[in-house]
């Protein structure tokens, strides 16, 4: 067993360390913290400026009630749900196939190709906010979830195709040289040999490109514009309009709209940690 970084430290810094690690976690959980307290207040404490002391009645029920009744927050979570669960299902799709083809196959412009897919991730949003919104208007996907997902999967495939790529590129080869020598086809070398390899890497790449689909507010605001389309990122802020600035059910519907991601994370924590350490250790 090796030591760990806070077995190495002297005494008196693991002393210092243990002492400042809970004031850290509270500096760290602090504006969830808030944003909780927030969602259970009522709208008078904000009228009489009671922003950051003990609420003077807790709403928990009647907040939480309201942005599902009094709202389109239900339909804003179904678009979410609408516009995440596809690309998800997308980009590991097409990242798998083309991380297979950039890991196994020796070809003249495969290094050209990954490169190419390793550029298209230091390229800014924002530079390509008013192009991507003329393109989706020519081709009459604007303020649509399918606009949105197909954003999604263009822009995410070049990221997990680099990480699929190194991945395979890791496994074993003569577990595929075996399977070619006893006549296997590609096809179901890919499926039958490959994709069961790659589980750990797929189930990271879900749980990160879930979170981050789930919680893209910046092309929510600029692909989509009503409560047919729009996520839950962007419908949040509709509370403005209809309850002027209602930051007690702002906070809850953000409280709402954070669940589904960690309920991701803690359901498949196993699979995405081992997916993130594979091959850390030899």
Known sequence: MFPTPVEKLSPAARTGYQVALPFVMVLWLLPLIAVMMISVRSANDFTIGNYWGWPTEWNLI???SLVFTGSSM???????VFITVPTVIGVLVLSCMTGF???????????VIFFMFIAGNFVPFQILMVPVRDLTLDMGIYDTKLGLVLFHIAFQTGFCTLFMRNFIKALPRELIEA?????????????????????????????????????????????????????VTAGITSFNAQYRAAYHLMSAGSVVAALPPVLMFFLMQKHFIAGLTLGAVK
């Open 179 to 231: 399977a070619r020598v006893e006549g296997v086809s590609e096809l179901r070398i890919f499926w039958y040999v490959v994709l069961p390899l790659m589980r750990p890497a797929i189930a990271a790449l879900a749980v990160l490109i879930f979170t981050f689909i789930w919680n893209d507010y910046f092309w929510a605001i600029v692909l989509t514009q009503g409560a047919e389309s729009q996520p």
């Open 62 to 64: 009647e907040n939480y």
């Open 101 to 111: 083809a950039l890991g196994i196959y020796k070809f003249r412009f495969n290094m």
């Open 74 to 80: 239900p339909q804003y979570l179904l678009n979410s």
